[in-house]
């Protein structure tokens, strides 16, 4: 039901656009994650698809930006500036619940595969 792109290769301070693209139905909340090695999990960036509410890790504030495409049903995160501590497989999620927080991973009804940043210092 998810299908994430937009992975790759870059050099530290570039950018690069994932998208995530939902098919089926439409969701409340569409979130990415993202899980370097040996690490967690964890929460990157967020949209409530009913009010354009958006939610950031401290980590990227101000870096990325997330969009959607109503159309489409897909969302966009864009990730400029990226730093070597970037890199990680991400992944996109969503919710059907409401939420006016970050997501947790267990707000999470449904995972897409991953695609893999590499940012090179």
């Known amino acids: 039901q998810l299908q994430a792109s937009g992975g790759g290769l870059v050099q530290a301070g570039d950018s690069l656009r994932l998208s995530c693209a939902a098919s089926g139905r439409t969701f409340n909340h569409y979130a990415w994650f993202r899980q370097a090695p040996g690490k967690e999990r964890e929460f990157v960036a967020g949209i409530n698809w009913r009010d354009y509410r958006t939610y950031y890790v401290d980590s990227v504030q101000g870096r990325f930006t997330v969009s959607r495409d109503n159309a489409e049903n897909t969302v966009y995160p864009q990730m400029n500036s990226l730093k070597p501590e970037d890199t990680a497989a991400y992944y996109c999620?969503?919710?059907?619940?409401?939420?006016?927080?970050?997501?947790?991973?267990?707000?999470?009804?449904?995972w897409g595969q991953g695609t893999l940043v590499t940012v090179s210092s």
């Open positions: 999620a969503v919710s059907i619940r409401v939420l006016f927080r970050r997501p947790r991973t267990d707000d999470i009804d449904y």
